[in-house]
């Protein structure tokens, strides 16, 4: 029953490292979300899209980039991870406005550690 | 700027307490809201509220909506160590596909 999957659950990775975050949606959705979660802050978003090859910057954009080559795909870029990227990822996933009746279905994170 | 609001921050209860959550929002063009629970992982939902006044109930939880004072609470009744988790509250906009967060409540049930 797994609708939105993302790739790793912990990472550890060097600082100046170029990092890949994958999700996937099997529930043919339209947009697609990238979140980073810290503790005081709550969620915060980073990127979103709302069809394939379409992005738009959200409330954080800053240090990190977006590719959607594929409507289930959405993947997020670190281009030089950074220590202050430490956090929980999350990647949340919804139909349409006309269609929408439950908001977002997330994934189940990925807790990244830059060293 | 748009804005969503959630009281308390934190909250430590014993098994079978009833416990409030509160949500305020203050956002352009409001739509609906919206209740989801997170525990270790993935935030699950709960509730969407569009209506004001329409209680909608799951089990032992339950929530409401007041557009007239832009708020809502989640109520949860006799509680127990499984409802230990972060409550997010979030807010549809009209025209935006994007949820406006609160910060969270995180509930910690003791036995």
């Known amino acids: 029953d797994v609708k939105v999957t993302q790739s790793s659950r912990y990472l550890v990775k060097r600082t100046g490292e170029k990092v890949f975050l994958e999700c996937v949606q099997d529930m043919d959705h339209e947009n697609m979300f990238w979140y980073r979660q810290d503790p005081g802050l709550g969620l915060r978003l980073i990127y979103f899209s709302y069809d394939v090859k379409m992005k738009e910057k959200g409330d954080i954009p800053e240090g990190y980039s977006v590719s959607r080559e594929k409507k289930e795909r959405f993947s997020l870029i670190l281009e030089s991870a950074s220590t202050n990227q430490t956090s929980m990822y999350l990647c949340a996933s919804s139909l349409s406005n006309r269609d929408r009746a439950d908001g977002y279905t997330f994934g189940s994170g990925t807790r990244l550690t830059v060293v | 700027e748009d804005k969503v609001v959630q009281s308390p921050l934190s909250l430590v209860v014993h098994e079978g307490d009833t416990v409030t959550l509160n949500c305020s929002y203050e956002?352009?063009?409001?739509?609906?809201l919206l209740w989801y629970k997170q525990e270790k992982k993935a935030p699950t939902f709960l509730f969407m509220l569009?209506?004001?006044?329409i209680e909608k109930k799951s089990g032992r939880l339950s929530s409401i909506l007041d557009k007239k004072e832009l708020s809502s609470i989640l109520n949860i009744t006799a509680t127990q160590t499984g409802d230990s988790a972060i409550y997010l509250c979030?807010?549809?906009?009209?025209?935006?596909?994007?949820?406006?967060f609160g910060k969270g409540t995180k509930l910690t049930v003791n036995p």
């Open positions: 979030a807010v549809y906009k009209g025209g935006s596909e994007k949820l406006v």
């Open positions: 956002v352009t063009n409001f739509r609906s």
């Open positions: 569009t209506s004001s006044g």
